[in-house]
């Protein structure tokens, strides 16, 4: 990401910057996976800054490794993507019959990480981290994420350590 005032000195700048670093690496920005995105500014004005970076306008919210970007709090309809995602995963797991100890790993190794990735970039919702934790805990104990029969365990103790009686996992709400 760049941020630049609308002038035209500024997007020179910006312009001679990348030009020269397309020839001190080789690497180019490509212009059509690029966009622009304005605060308070005319239209003669994005049309001249259109016309001298030729990079396409954007809408906001814009979405960077899968997150989206925005300057406010994360609602629910922002993090729709990440229950999504983890309900997308489980299913293409649950078809596979997997055994308590392999669903364990799974939710170990990739759905807590998926999670993580959000936390480590916004505060996010209680209501999407407990549709998160309901993923998790019916994969666990059904292998599917949608089951809604009783579970086995109290989920407060299956994420206490493996040496005091839990199964290691860790809770999303820590």
Known sequence: MVFSMDDRNSLAFIKDTLEQF???SGMAPNLEKSQIFYGNVGPSAKKSITDLIRIKEG?????YLGVPLIATRL?????IALVEQMVKRVRTWACNYLCFRGRLQLISSTLFSMQVFWCKTFVLPAAVIENCEWIIRSFLWFGAGDAKRARKVAWAKVCHPKEEGGLGIKSIRA
């Open 22 to 24: 397309y020839h001190v």
């Open 59 to 63: 809408t906001l919210p814009v979405r």
């Open 75 to 79: 609602g629910l309809k922002e993090c």
